[in-house]
């Protein structure tokens, strides 16, 4: 998941429910959304575009 995140500009969230590792060959380019989806198909993972609420932490400095 983690690698996904570095090189995407679309977070990737895990709601699998998975608890235990997972072994997987993804694609060499991990930007090519047809062929990740593709692979994670092989292991029943469903992969999609949704528009969600994130709650982030904001810095700012002193003087706001």
Same mark, same amino acid.
């Given at each position: 998941? #983690?690698? %996904?995140?570095?090189?995407? +500009?679309? $977070?990737? #969230? +895990?709601?699998? &429910?998975?608890?235990?590792? *997972?072994?997987? @060959? =993804? $694609?060499?380019? %991990?930007? +090519?959304?047809?062929? %990740? =989806?593709? *692979? %994670?198909?092989?292991? &029943?993972?469903?992969?999609?575009?949704? *528009?969600? &609420? *994130? @709650?982030?932490? #904001?810095?700012? +400095?002193?003087?706001?």
């Amino acid at each position: 998941m #983690v690698a %996904l995140n570095q090189i995407n +500009d679309t $977070p990737f #969230v +895990d709601n699998t &429910g998975i608890t235990t590792d *997972v072994t997987m @060959e =993804l $694609p060499k380019n %991990l930007k +090519d959304y047809n062929a %990740l =989806l593709a *692979v %994670l198909k092989k292991y &029943g993972i469903k992969m999609e575009l949704k *528009v969600q &609420g *994130v @709650e982030f932490m #904001v810095f700012t +400095d002193k003087t706001n």
